[in-house]
């Protein structure tokens, strides 16, 4: 029997294979209880090229404190913060990596944000 945790990591790894196959610039999103963090990455998968996380100071002083970084209105604020990094890096098309997690809450938050701010996936 499969533990969560290894479920969510089972279901990411088939993500990334058919991203991989793709040959695509990938948005990879990770959340944690208290904070949310997305990178775009290479094809390759060798570098990460833009990056933004409720832990920058910047984010933390527009969330209002340390603890604001776990709902919706910071993962927004991610997703556009993410795609106007990927836009000035001269990357307009990604593939969407939500690493196992379930396409709701935060997560939906931050994709529909990044494609409000114009990254197309």
């Known amino acids: 029997m499969l533990t969560k945790k290894e479920q969510r990591l089972r279901r990411a790894r088939q993500t990334r294979i058919r991203i991989a196959q793709q040959g695509a610039v990938r948005l990879a ?3 944690t209880n208290l904070h949310i963090y997305a990178n775009i990455i290479s094809p390759d998968g060798g570098r990460v090229l833009a990056s ?33 990094k990927a836009k000035a890096a001269g990357i307009e098309k990604v593939a969407f990596d939500r690493s196992g997690f379930a396409y709701h809450g935060r997560v939906k938050a931050l994709a529909e944000a990044a494609r409000e701010a114009g990254l197309q996936f």
């Open 29 to 31: 999103v990770h959340r």
């Open 52 to 84: 933004a996380s409720t832990l920058e100071p910047e984010v933390r002083a527009q969330l209002g404190g340390a603890d604001k970084g776990g709902n919706t209105a910071a993962a927004a604020l991610i997703g556009k913060r993410i795609a106007e």
